[in-house]
């Protein structure tokens, strides 16, 4: 471990595992990003370990591994202590009394701690741009389900792109048959755009809370207790965008009476919509009678719709891990600010916390559309 | 997000202003989705895409240049140029994109293929 110092005192020998004593200068050589990089590592490695699949001649069999269970463990073990040992060299630093500046070009003067957080924002923004070109990839290259069975070319077996929209923005078969009273727009689509209204208020507050801390006209006790209810809706709203992620996923909705329900959602996976879709059922009415399809009118196929599906959840899944994650420092940083941790002197992990939580909404924004929209 | 950026624009608050821009064009984004499939011939396809990428250049902007504060501090630009340099590396993967389309393979003329110059 070394320092940059800012007293010229060079003559410290700090733990390896922390903390940090920074009254000696901007510290270095972390075991923290070595120790979290392998835990996520091993956190990957048993995840394609207990989650199989298998071709068995005529279908594909899934399977959950449990004797690799083990291996999933001990990577988020690995991780968490990982994060252990970086929450306390660097996450408990306020930056009062000595706040480090890079020195090399291009950033000189800069606090090393926002280069820092805007490099790791750069690697996230490869790991989105991975996915999203998967998507692009895919979503050019495979036949649209619906495409085909307008020309007439589709048949039963074939594999085909059922887009995530086909089944929120459309509503998708369940939406035709349903006698839900909203006929403005799909009740498939309310769970995502509230999670896309909700992420823009809370990008807002984050910033509101920034302001406050910042704000000296304020007393002590007034700004803290408005730092921690920014900070506290926030992460409500963080919370309000995950339960109805998981609606969306698992649950479904149905409000109102169950024949002529006021809204009625059913759930991805109710639909079929799933990464093992290999025999999706693919229904297409061509005359509609009050909700019902008229005889000798319905066409039935069976298709494999498993690439639309696996890249809709990875890419969402990895998204919705990203708020999961902000939420877990937003808990922290609640706390902190009812106990008087934010002053206007000392706001800048708000700053930092910030500049994550508007990359996850800026996500969002390019999600949104390319799969719940289109 | 930093310490120099309070500004107006237009009179108002910046952040506010950025918030409430982004809930408009967001219920146009999804008004103009919902009008696509509940009123079939309302909004054209095409033009659900146009509005989805205009919406979402805009969007995109207002949270990088005003909430990220990209623009307005004096470490915007250096910064600013940090955020893009990504683009080079997604730049290449969607050429890639399009390279390996199938259409694209089939449609390359003949100079671009292999064998054309005999060099086996």
């Known amino acids: ?374 | 997000m930093g310490e120099h950026g309070h500004h107006t624009i237009l009179g108002f608050d910046r952040y506010a202003f950025n918030f409430w821009v982004l809930m408009i064009f967001t219920a146009i984004e999804v008004v103009a989705v919902a009008l696509t499939f509940s009123m079939e011939g309302t909004v054209s396809m095409n033009t659900v895409v146009f509005i989805l990428v205009a919406v979402g250049v805009v969007k995109g902007v207002g949270i990088a240049a005003i909430f990220m504060h990209l623009q307005g501090d004096p470490d915007s630009r250096v910064l600013t140029a940090t955020a893009l340099f990504p683009v080079f590396f997604i730049v290449i993967m969607v050429l890639f994109i399009g390279l390996t389309h199938p259409d694209a393979a089939d449609t390359l003329p003949d100079w671009c293929r292999p064998g054309f110059y005999n060099l086996e």
């Open chain 1, 1 to 374: 471990m070394s320092y940059d110092s800012h007293h010229g005192d060079h003559h410290d020998h700090p733990s390896p595992f922390g903390p940090h004593d920074w009254s000696h200068g901007a510290p270095h050589n972390s075991w923290a990003p070595i120790m979290m990089a392998f835990g996520s590592s091993i956190f990957l490695l048993g995840f394609t370990k207990v989650f199989t699949q298998t071709w068995e001649g005529d279908a594909w069999s899934y399977a959950i591994n449990s004797a690799q269970f083990g291996l999933l463990i001990a990577g988020l073990a690995i991780f968490t202590a990982g994060l252990y040992v970086f929450w306390r060299q660097d996450w408990s630093f306020d930056g009062i009394e000595f706040e480090p500046k890079s020195v090399g070009t291009p950033f000189r003067g800069i606090d090393i701690r926002k280069v820092a957080i805007w490099m790791f924002l750069m690697s996230e923004m490869m790991v989105f741009s991975s996915l999203f070109s998967t998507y692009l990839r895919y979503r050019t290259g495979i036949d649209n389900c619906e495409a085909l069975h307008a020309a007439g070319t589709l048949t039963d077996g074939t594999v085909c792109w059922l887009p995530a929209s086909y089944f929120i923005a459309e509503g998708g078969w369940h939406q035709e048959t349903a006698h839900a009273a909203l006929k403005f727009m799909p009740d498939t689509l309310i769970p995502g755009a509230i999670n896309t209204f909700a992420l823009i208020v809370s990008s807002y507050t984050i910033v509101l809370a920034l302001k406050t801390a910042k704000d000296r006209s304020l007393s002590d006790s007034e700004r803290n207790r408005k730092v921690g209810k920014y900070l506290l809706t926030t992460l409500l709203l963080a919370t309000l965008f995950l339960i109805f992620k998981l609606v969306e996923w698992f649950v479904g909705f149905e409000l109102g009476d169950h024949d002529h329900p006021l809204f009625y959602s059913p759930s991805l996976l109710a639909d079929g919509f799933t990464i093992h879709a290999s025999d999706y059922t693919y229904q297409v009415c061509n005359e509609w009678h009050d909700h019902h399809c008229a005889e000798g009118q319905l066409e039935t196929y069976t298709i494999d719709i498993r690439m639309a599906a696996s890249t809709f959840y990875v890419t969402t899944g990895t998204h919705g891990v990203h708020v999961f994650g902000g939420m877990v420092a937003l808990v922290y940083m609640v706390i902190k600010a009812y106990r008087g941790g934010y002053t206007p002197d000392n706001a800048v992990s708000i700053e930092y916390f910030g500049l994550y939580w508007h990359f996850v909404d800026l996500v969002w924004v390019l999600v949104f559309p390319a799969f719940y929209l289109y």
